[in-house]
């Protein structure tokens, strides 16, 4: 079975996993061949245009020098796929193009982990992320469907990327999508 | 949902335990029992998957790959090989695997091994069901079955056994979910949807699983093929109906060389998700909101005596307390009438009996006059007489599905006069009849409660009321079960036990009942050289008219037992009430008599406890708001009409 078939399957189910985008995303050739294999996944970005729903996804550089704390580089690369035929739509490196010349791309941003979450068990952490990867797949849902977002959720997600998301890579996160992290990440 | 279904799991039996735990519940056995019994019923809770389809679709092969069964032994699998027994499978330490046995009625379990499996389930090793076999009960090690998951496979649709289409009927409607498996070579047929049209309105929960994916280069064309005829049969819109696309093959490849591509090929991943979806919102609904709904109902009932003892140790006004200890004993005096043999709500209750006895039997015999016409419209069909073995499986079915109906009718309207007489006995109290009473909350209380948002109180009002009907129901088939479901708990075994945990085995044991009437008839009519249209309806008739007898020995067996049920349970609930009040009145004297400085040592002990309860209820509030939240966004995401004004505008995603 080839690899559009084997997406393919997926049209036939109205559940969107952000998970499984972050994975899948990995087995297409266009990740293989420019993103470097070590690249961890940023936070995905909904995108609406034309009544269609797409995910940017960042990836960034990680560097594990000391225990327990691991250096963060600003994303490196973008990757935009439709999320539902999870085809390819565009491709940016952060570092030939983006929307903050000024800011610097390419060395160290931040740690993980950061103040916010330091103090969390592992499990703690892993549990967050798990709400907020659930709170995307609502918002996916309600994009596609066209139908609005709970006032609760919206709260609820805009409080859990507060606190996930390092506030170092803040400023290049707003950068890449402006009206989203805008909307969520209030200052 | 918010929150994935476990972890809210959790959270409810973490606040379980720290109830279980408060020093002011030690004394008090009837909680303590009561939450008990909630917290078991949420660590043992079974979650029922039942596998449906027509004979050869690769039911069994979906279910050894789904978990992950490398041997196909469990579910055997053959080009020859058909299943034609209803198997469940659940999770146990060691794997036991028990074959019930035996004519009705006289049913027996015995122990086999897994190399004997296929001399029970298979068509070709026991033809015509030579053995009498029932029902296999597998239960696993299997860590996918580790969270409570129970899968039924079922024999194909229109099963030539009746007995075996009866127990599939009585798993449906306690099935949270249904995967209806059918082959990427071929449409979905007329008997198909013609079955999963009758088994759909009692679960909606279905999932259309294709299969054999690897099998055809094109099978997009059938699921368009299939979905337009699903949303036309089930009056849905198409994107509604959840259609997966599987390769038990490539999954089968996967589990023996690893590799990963064969995984994605088999797309299973997608599968999990999407019956892990339903099953969460599901399972929400039908088991943490009926806790919560206990759990909150009795931090309040646990806190009453303690806000009322608090009080009466201000020692303020003695005239005050004089007349709020007459009042106790006022609503004693009233519990202890409600106790008497004649009380009014015994009177009431025997009256909304017979209302309801008559409503019923009413809707009995219109139902009964459908399935009559229904069944005539099938002797004028050419097509159905030709094939009488299957005429005679769609009246099964027709009367099956008349007695799910029914008895679905009857659990609700119990419910509603359950609700009636426990606003006519005062059993629905709540912190207003406190204040009613004369109490007043201390001033922390008064500070939350004013606090309090206003959406909040509803969510958790809203917990509550879904509660007492939920668990109303629960609870009340659970006494069905286990009266009339006799039949079924033995024939079922284990399986019984949670199929009764509603009513299924209410209706499972009826339906068996039924089955019995048509057992043997399938065999003569299929066999019939004569197509003749008058020989086939005199030889079914009388099936019919038999099992319209049995119906009604059960409908009557039910009312026999449900007002003994309703009757007890109620005036349970009046006599945990009276207890209460008999200690509260207790507490209230005893306080009076206090020393005014043992007075204020006893208020800061209370004030303590009455600490905790406020923090187990902002707990139970945290929770139950999680919950209840979920279930909205996924009745919302099932494109509920939902109010504007709690929701927000998603421009921040447009291009």
Redesign the interface.
């Known amino acids: 079975?080839s690899e559009l078939e084997?997406h393919?399957?997926?049209v036939?189910?109205?559940?969107i996993?952000i998970e499984?985008i972050v994975k899948d995303i990995r087995?297409t050739p266009l990740f293989r061949q420019v993103v470097p294999m070590e690249a961890v996944t940023g936070w995905p970005i909904?995108?609406?245009?034309n009544g269609r729903?797409f995910i940017i996804l960042p990836f960034y550089g990680a560097q594990n020098k000391e225990k327990g704390k691991t250096i963060l580089y600003p994303p490196l690369a973008l990757i935009t796929v439709d999320c539902i035929t999870m085809v390819v739509v565009e491709y940016i490196s952060t570092r030939f193009k983006n929307s903050w010349p000024d800011g610097n791309w390419e060395t160290a941003a931040g740690y993980f982990p950061h103040e916010a979450i330091s103090k969390m068990t592992i499990r703690e952490y892993k549990?967050l992320k798990?709400?907020l990867m659930?709170?995307y797949d609502?918002?996916i849902?309600?994009?596609i469907?066209g139908?609005?977002?709970?006032?609760?959720?919206?709260a609820?997600f805009s409080e859990i990327l507060g606190i996930l998301m390092e506030p170092n890579l803040i400023p290049f996160y707003k950068a890449i999508r402006p009206?989203?992290f805008?909307?969520?990440l209030k200052d | 949902?918010?929150?994935?279904y476990n972890?809210l799991k959790e959270k409810t039996l973490l606040l379980i335990n720290k109830m279980l735990e408060f020093e002011g519940i030690k004394g008090s056995k009837e909680y303590i029992e009561l939450l008990s019994s909630v917290q078991n019923k949420l660590i043992n809770e079974k979650i029922i998957v039942v596998v449906a389809g027509e004979f050869k679709q690769g039911k069994s092969s979906l279910i050894n790959a789904y978990l992950n069964e490398r041997e196909h032994t469990l579910f055997p699998v053959d080009v020859e090989v058909t299943t034609n027994l209803v198997t469940t499978i659940s999770y146990d330490r060691e794997e036991k695997i028990n074959v019930i046995l035996g004519p009705s009625g006289k049913e027996k379990k015995q122990r086999i091994q897994r190399e004997e499996i296929k001399q029970y389930v298979t068509e070709q090793q026991n033809k015509g069901n030579k053995m009498e076999a029932k029902m296999l009960v597998v239960e696993s090690p299997n860590p996918l079955l580790k969270d409570g998951l129970t899968i039924v496979d079922t024999p194909g649709v229109g099963s030539m056994n009746p007995e075996h289409s009866a127990i599939t009927y009585a798993f449906i409607p306690n099935a949270d979910a249904v995967i209806y498996a059918s082959d990427a070579q071929t449409p979905l047929s007329e008997t198909e949807l013609d079955f999963i049209q009758r088994i759909y309105k009692h679960c909606k929960n279905f999932i259309f699983v294709v299969t054999k994916i690897?099998l055809v280069r094109d099978y997009?064309g059938i699921?368009q093929d299939n979905r337009n005829k699903l949303t036309k049969f089930l009056k849905e819109q198409p994107?509604?109906i959840?259609?997966?696309?599987v390769s038990s093959r490539?999954k089968s490849d996967y589990l023996k060389d690893g590799e990963e591509d064969d995984l994605?090929?088999s797309?299973f991943?997608?599968l999990e998700?999407?019956l892990g979806?339903i099953i969460r919102e599901r399972r929400a609904e039908l088991m943490l909101m009926p806790a919560l709904g206990t759990v909150g109902k009795t931090i309040l009932d646990l806190k009453r005596p303690f806000v009322v003892e608090w009080n009466a140790c201000q020692q303020e006004n003695k005239q005050k307390t004089l007349e709020k200890q007459n009042e106790l004993q006022e609503a004693i005096k009233q519990k202890q009438q409600f106790m008497e043999k004649n009380a009014e709500w015994i009177m009431a209750l025997s009256d909304g009996m017979k209302k309801l006895q008559q409503s019923v039997n009413y809707d009995f015999d219109m139902g009964l006059s459908d399935i009559q016409q229904k069944a005539n419209t099938y002797f004028e069909d050419n097509k159905k007489v030709a094939k009488p073995g299957y005429l005679l499986s769609l009246i099964e079915s027709d009367i099956n599905s008349f007695m799910i109906d029914t008895s679905e009718n009857i659990m609700k309207r119990a419910a509603q006069l359950h609700g009636q007489l426990s606003e006519l006995t005062g059993l629905n109290i709540n912190q207003v009849e406190l204040e009613e009473l004369g109490f007043q909350f201390d001033d922390e209380d008064k500070e939350i409660q004013a606090k309090r948002v206003d959406k909040f109180r509803k969510s958790v009002a809203a917990v509550k009321g879904g509660a007492f009907n939920l668990t109303y129901a629960g609870g009340f088939g659970a006494v069905l079960g286990g009266i009339i479901g006799g039949v079924a708990g033995t024939l079922l075994g284990p399986a019984g036990t949670y199929a009764g945990a509603y009513y299924g085995a209410m209706i499972g044991g009826g339906l068996i009942g039924i089955a019995g009437a048509f057992t043997g008839a399938k065999d003569a009519i299929s066999n019939l050289d004569d197509k003749d249209r008058t020989v086939i309806k005199n030889k079914i008739v009388p099936v019919m008219n038999d099992s319209y007898k049995k119906c009604r020995y059960i409908i009557a067996e039910v009312f026999g037992n449900l007002e003994k049920s309703l009757r007890d349970d109620l005036r349970e609930q009046i006599k945990i009430q009276k207890v209460q009040y008999e200690e509260m009145l207790e507490k209230l004297k005893a306080a009076a008599a206090m020393s005014s400085e043992d007075a204020a040592e006893r208020s800061k002990t209370i004030e303590r406890s009455i600490k905790t309860i406020n923090d187990l209820y902002k707990q139970f509030e945290a929770v139950a708001i999680e919950v209840k939240?979920g279930i909205?966004?996924a009745e919302?995401?099932s494109?509920e009409q939902?109010t504007?004004s709690?929701?927000?505008?998603?421009?921040?995603?447009?291009?």
């Open positions: 079975m084997s393919s399957l997926s036939e189910n109205s559940f996993s499984k087995k909904p995108l609406r245009k729903v549990n798990q709400q659930g709170l609502i918002l849902k309600c994009l469907d139908t609005e977002l709970d006032a609760e959720v919206d609820k009206s989203f805008g909307h969520f | 949902m918010s929150n994935s972890q690897d997009q699921i994107e509604n959840k259609i997966v696309p490539a994605i090929d797309n991943t997608l998700e999407t979806h939240s909205e966004v919302k995401t494109g939902t504007h709690a929701r927000k505008s998603m421009d921040w995603a447009d291009m």
